[in-house]
């Protein structure tokens, strides 16, 4: 009753790493120690199980206020109750990343948001206004139809349908597709032809206000 840990069964974090997250990365220790689990111990099998199950809901936006000490007490079960030395490495290392970064577990369960952008329930994905041009290449690689806007015209992105398969942000040549947190970019209601949103005729700027010439 001892799944050994093989080779890099657990691929290694990197504090420094640029794009990684904690619970992100911790959702893959246990998605990777569950599925590893030979099934014989109960707390293994169970245990990393309901740990995975915690850290998905964290990361899909969906956490619970008592969500984090529950963890902590599953994991210490595991790490201290289970004869599997597979269970016992993803406990061990996840322990450590939730104390070590407890305050980034914080957000994620309270605020609902991710420092890094990386858990789908904490970012939206939006089209820069001012970077597209209308080619229409992230609406064909967009398979929840998601994305609207016809030839020529601004494209904008339904966040309630968007299953931030993020396929889009590679096709998009102009580099407009964007992931954003709390602080969203601003983009127009619906399609508008591009070049032309923040701008109206006449001279006059983003509300319908013509700018006034100072005299002399």
């Not at 969500?67 to 004869?83: C, F, N, P, R, T």
């Not at 609406?139 to 998601?146: I, L, P, Q, R, T």
Request: glycine fraction near 10%; charged fraction near 25%.
């Amino acid at each position: 009753m001892n799944c050994e840990v093989k080779g890099d069964l657990f691929k290694q974090w990197h504090p420094d790493a640029e794009g990684q997250c904690p619970v992100d990365y911790c959702k893959e220790v246990m998605a990777t120690a569950k599925s590893a689990s030979c099934g014989k111990d109960v707390l293994c099998r169970e245990g990393t199980w309901q740990v995975y199950e915690i850290m998905k809901e964290i990361s899909e936006g969906k956490a619970e206020s008592e969500d984090y000490e529950l963890m902590m007490d599953l994991l210490m079960q595991i790490k201290a109750g289970v004869s599997c030395d597979m269970a016992k490495t993803a406990s061990t290392i996840c322990l450590d990343l939730l104390k070590t970064y407890e305050d980034e577990w914080d957000k994620h369960i309270k605020r609902k948001l991710c420092s890094s952008l990386v858990c789908k329930g904490a970012f939206t994905v939006h089209i820069d206004p001012s970077l597209c041009d209308g080619c229409g290449k992230c609406v064909s690689v967009c398979s929840s139809n998601a994305i609207v806007g016809g030839e020529g015209m601004i494209h904008i992105i339904n966040n309630s349908s968007c299953s931030k398969s993020l396929v889009c942000i590679g096709a998009c040549p102009k580099g407009a597709v964007v992931k954003a947190g709390a602080r969203k970019p601003k983009t127009p209601d619906t399609p508008v032809p591009v070049g032309s949103f923040g701008q109206s005729a006449g001279g006059e700027g983003e509300g319908g206000k013509r700018k006034r010439r100072r005299k002399g």
